[in-house]
Structure formats: C-alpha cells, structure tokens
C-alpha cells in the first residue's frame, strides 16, 4: 500500500479514484472518492451529505460549458469478530452527465466547486453512435487483474495498446486474498487460516486498486462485472458491498432491476453482461436475470448492432484443470438462448489462463456457434494455471470445482471423442489455442463481418506488433440468422425445448440439395 501507484496522493476532500462509465450512447457516469476510509475494530461511518458531487464539462479545455450533479454515499464491510477489524468506506460518488456528442473529446473536472475541492482537468472521447459501419477503435477486455507486479505490467501494456473501451470479466482487486492482520496474501485463504469465522477481506486494497486504475480509467470508460472475489461476505449475510457501491452500471438504462447484470451499445456492437452469482435459472419465482436476458436479445436490431458480445466471469468451456466443468449449471440454462440470438463472442475469466475455443454449442463444433474466449490472465496473486483436465493425472474428481454460489452439474460427455468420459484425453477439439501466460486482449471491430482479436502476453510487451494469438473472427449472418420461427408468446418454452436451432440448418441443406444433385448425376 506504500507503492507510489497505491498510496493517497490528494489531502481532504479533494477527488481521488476518478472513473468513467458508458451510461448510454449520449451519456457517461463519473465517479470518484473523497475523504478517508476507516479500518479498526471501531470505525465512524462519514456523512456523504457533507460534500458535493459535481462535474464540470466541455468540449474545450478550461471551458466547461454544462455541469451536472449527482449522489455520494458509503458503505461498511463489518466484522464483529475477535481479531478481525471493520472497515467503513470513504465518500463514494455518482454523476451522470448527458447530452454528449460522439466521436468528440470532452474535458471534465469533478468534485466539490464550494468548497472548493475540484480536481484537476480531465479528457475522455465519446464513443461512436450505435450503427452498421460504426465502431469503437479498440476495446481492451481483461480479468482477474488484482495487484500486483504482474498486474503492474498488464496494465502498462494495455495502455501503450490505446483502447477507447475496457471490459473487466471479473476478480479486480483480490482484496478477499489479504489477511487484515499482517497484509500477507495467501493463494487458499481457507487452508492457510482454517479457524478463521469469516474470509475476512482488506478493504483499503480496493482503495489502492482505484488509484491504480485512474490514470487510465479517468480518460477510459471501463465496464465491469462482477466475479466470486467479489462476493466479500460479512456481518447479517451481506455480500458484493464494496462492488455494488463503488460502480456505477447502466443497469436501469438497459432495464435490469439489478447491477449484477446489464447490457449496453458502444457503436454497433451490443454487450451483454451475466451475472454468474445471482439466479441464472430460466424457470422459477427468481428468475430474473434470464427473463432480462431474454427480453435484451429480442429487443437486438442487427441491423444497427450487428455484433452480440457477452462476458461473464467464469466460463462455461475451460481445459483447464481449474473450474473444470464449474458452471455447467450456467450453461446448460442459458446456452441455448445465446445461441438463438446468433452472440458472435462471449469472453470471460476466472481461470487464471488464455484459451481461445473454436465455435461451438453443446461441446459440439459449430460454425454458428460463439467463440469462447478465457481471459483470466490479468496478473492476480494466485499466479497462473498451468494444468490441463486432458493430461494424465490431471483430471478432477466430480466432487472437484464447486461454486461459491449455483448449483452443480457436472457431467461425463454423450457423445464425441470423450464419449463416457468426465475428462478429453487430449486437448479438446473445441480449444482452439491454450496458454499459461498472463496478459489481455484487443478486440478490433473492422465492420459488421469482420473483427481482429488480439490476445498480448505481458512477456512480449516491449516487441513490435507481437501478439501470442491473433485470429479474424468472422460473422456469417446470411446463414447464421436467428430463426424467426422462435418468435411469440412462448419463445422461452420453444427456445429451451427445441433440440436444434433452426437458425443453422440451411448448411446442412446444402449439402442434402447437393448430395441429390450428385445421386441424379450418377443415375444419368
């Protein structure tokens, strides 16, 4: 907490952790904290009403022709447990500002003008509106960072790659691997503190993550999503405080009654991003977030955002040894869904690695289907995951992997080279490229067929033009179109009871129509 790249640079109220965040295609959150936090067995929550949230903006620097305000508040991560200390936040605040132009820069100041408490000036540009031929320039997606030297190096890298965007799958300060009492990180908190009541988390890391963050993300939107190191429970069951209270998403601007999860527009690319642990269940009194999710996808032109991104934290197709198979429940409600809809990429973390799959659905290959993409390689404490479930030894047990929050579902493969199995015996044909590496990646959309994934390890960071796997990712709506058959009152019962989409079977079509072309041939 000493490092330069940590420690609080600013003296009373003046902001510090300043933050962006897309709200709409006009509009953006910022976000910062002022005061100090507390932490001890005794802390004093402070009043958020004592300071004001305003920004300042403008299209010229030093002139700042609107101004808006928004909400300050605080949270409380509380232990009432011998040994274990309580932590109360410092002032957290949230301005939406709107009416922006896109494609234009803007400069802002944020803080407190009575007391006056500004901060210095800041510029960010404005992303391109929603339509066909119109993207960001670059968007950087990383997860599972934390804070460490790694870290440190990631996100160096990603700066010198420029993005306009930056999507963060999840796990993002590791404040849950810090023991209050010493500030010794550990990669099993449980099997190093047995006797401890609680996974105490240290507080002050978020803290620390915000300042080093800022530097980038005060110039960058960054839209997050919530992974298990966030979970943070503590006193009466409360869990995910600090993530709820420190970020602002636009859950209300694209209808969700919840942060968890949301959607929004950045050009003509359409994110959608899952919560792993909230309810993900397509049936029953809690579920929410699929009947949101749903409702999202119908609402998709593609015609304005032709591509459909989604991200989430842990994946649902993994290699590894690690989390092998830990969210089959998650996929098998949800899959069919996404693959209706024709999502064109779907990135996540938790896995401390880089895997790229090849397209698929059902652990079945298909030209229809998402790229899977695994990005949990930001440079957390808990190092780098170097096992494959497919080499000898290798393979978990069924009682192996279970999630913090979910049901599991583990299961032996149907049908395939891994018929019977729990486990491939080789690299499965599904993943394309694996490696144990840390790093991120760029994803350049060129236009509504063609965008060029690029996946940086940290290692290669002082080369030219070097990336550790690079790939054109190719959309081919013309025959992978959503069916319109699906369509109604009761889509969700035809989408989750049909055995096969039908928006991939004008390939094997093809194929018949050709088949009996060469059978007439013959006879002839």
């Not at 920004?55 to 409380?76: D, L």
């Not at 694209?254 to 929004?264: A, D, H, R, V, W």
């Amino acid at each position: 907490m000493d490092d330069p790249r940590l420690k609080k640079n600013v003296t009373s109220m003046f902001p510090e952790q300043i933050a962006l965040a897309l709200s709409t295609p006009t509009s953006m959150w910022v976000s910062w904290v002022t005061g100090d936090a507390q932490i001890g067995p005794n802390v004093t929550a402070l009043d958020p009403t004592s300071v004001a949230s305003e920004v300042w903006y403008g299209k010229e620097s030093g002139k700042y022709s609107s101004k808006k305000r928004g909400n300050a508040t605080v949270y409380s991560q509380l232990y009432p447990f011998e040994g274990l200390f309580n932590y109360t936040s410092a002032i957290i605040h949230h301005v939406r500002i709107d009416g922006l132009e896109p494609e234009t820069k803007y400069y802002y100041r944020c803080g407190d003008s009575s007391l006056p408490a500004m901060s210095e000036e800041h510029v960010f540009e404005t992303l391109p509106l929603p339509a066909q031929n119109s993207y960001p320039r670059r968007i950087a997606v990383i997860g599972d960072l934390g804070l460490t030297r790694n870290s440190s190096t990631t996100i160096d890298h990603l700066s010198k790659n420029d993005p306009s965007l930056i999507l963060m799958v999840g796990d993002l300060t590791y404040a849950n691997q810090y023991l209050t009492t010493g500030g010794k990180g550990v990669p099993c908190f449980s099997c190093a503190f047995p006797d401890a009541p609680i996974r105490e988390t240290y507080q002050p890391r978020w803290d620390g993550w915000g300042r080093f963050m800022e530097p980038l993300v005060s110039r960058v939107p960054m839209m997050v999503i919530e992974g298990n190191h966030e979970i943070e429970p503590q006193a009466a069951g409360i869990t995910f405080k600090s993530y709820l209270t420190r970020f602002a998403v636009p859950a209300k601007e694209s209808g969700s009654n919840s942060n968890f999860y949301y959607s929004f527009d950045a050009g003509g690319v359409h994110f959608i991003m899952l919560g792993a642990y909230v309810d993900y269940n397509s049936t029953g009194e809690n579920g929410a977030q699929y009947a949101w999710l749903k409702e999202d996808l119908r609402k998709v032109d593609r015609t304005v955002t032709p591509w459909l991104v989604a991200a989430w934290h842990p994946p649902w197709y993994n290699s590894y040894s690690s989390h092998y198979q830990e969210f089959e429940c998650m996929r098998q409600e949800m899959e069919q869904l996404l693959y209706h809809y024709g999502v064109d990429i779907v990135f996540s973390g938790h896995v401390h690695a880089y895997e790229r799959m090849n397209r698929v659905y059902n652990y079945t290959l298909d030209a229809c289907g998402p790229i899977y993409i695994t990005v949990g390689d930001g440079g957390n404490i808990e190092k780098v995951d170097v096992d494959h479930a497919d080499e000898p030894g290798n393979c978990p047990s069924q009682g192996d992997n279970m999630p913090e929050i979910g049901g599991v579902c583990h299961l032996n493969f149907s049908s395939g080279p891994a018929k019977g199995n729990f486990c491939w015996d080789r690299q499965p044909e599904w993943s394309a490229y694996r490696e144990s590496s840390f790093g991120h990646g760029i994803l350049e959309v060129l236009n509504s067929t063609y965008a060029l994934w690029s996946w940086h390890r940290n290692q290669d960071t002082y080369k030219e033009d070097s990336p550790g796997d690079q790939i054109y990712i190719v959309r081919q709506p013309d025959i992978c179109s959503p069916s319109t058959s699906l369509k109604g009152n009761n889509e969700s019962e035809q989408v989750k009871g049909a055995a096969v989409s039908a928006k991939c079977l004008c390939v094997p079509l093809l194929f018949l129509v050709a088949f009996v072309i060469y059978q007439l041939l013959l006879c002839d």
